[in-house]
């Protein structure tokens, strides 16, 4: 149910023009008031996201103490809302997704928390440890050598990174995903209509 609530939210998201955004290209921040967050090869996104739990367990209770991890952390979870919250396919894996770039974004500043937490004085054996993991796996699997076009790209807090939305004609996973929601929104809502105008006859009988 609350996947399929998300997708309803994300066909409504859908429907709402972006102005600003251009056709896959890189976008500096437009805002830099904010925390600067450094970018993160595609290789290394690909590590994160795989403790980006464990990341975000640590980080909750952090920020209770820290400033600029809960700004971090708050900017994270806002920009994994915009990215439709993973369930576009490929979103991280593939270059083309209309949610790479912001996908790099969330988890860019979710390596910046892991980075920050190991220097600061909170649980520092958790934190010093699950840096030294996250480590330990970009090295093994040559993540830093894993690039793409936002590879290069830096981010910042007061300027959330929107999905590329004219890109979805184009990337055929993304928009089976959302036909499909579609479909199930129009059936929904077809069925809730049925029921409505359905029981004043039942009740007749």
């Not at 915009?82 to 949610?99: K, T, V």
């Not at 929104?185 to 359905?198: C, D, E, K, Q």
Request: net charge neutral; hydrophobic share 50%.
């Amino acid at each position: 149910m609350l996947v399929l609530r998300r997708l309803l939210l994300s066909m409504m998201l859908l429907s709402v023009p972006v102005s600003e955004t251009a056709a896959h290209s890189l976008r500096a921040p437009r805002d830099t008031s904010g925390i600067s967050i450094p970018s993160l090869s595609h290789g290394q996104m690909e590590v994160v996201a795989r403790h980006r739990d464990e990341i975000h367990a640590l980080a909750s209770w952090v920020a209770v103490k820290d400033t600029e991890i809960r700004t971090l952390l708050a900017f994270s979870r806002t920009q994994f809302a915009r990215c439709l919250w993973g369930l576009m396919p490929f979103s991280i894996q593939d270059e083309a997704s209309p949610m790479n770039e912001c996908s790099h974004a969330y988890l860019a500043a979710d390596r910046a928390m892991l980075v920050r937490m190991r220097d600061l004085p909170f649980w520092q054996d958790r934190s010093r440890s699950l840096f030294d993991a996250v480590d330990k796996e970009m090295v093994e699997e040559g993540a830093s050598l894993v690039l793409c076009i936002f590879s290069a790209t830096d981010f910042n807090t007061a300027s959330p990174v929107g999905p590329d939305w004219h890109d979805f004609v184009e990337h055929r996973p993304s928009l089976i995903v959302i036909v499909l929601a579609g479909g199930t929104m129009m059936a929904v809502m077809a069925l809730g209509a049925w029921m409505i105008f359905r029981r004043p006859r039942l009740m007749a009988a």
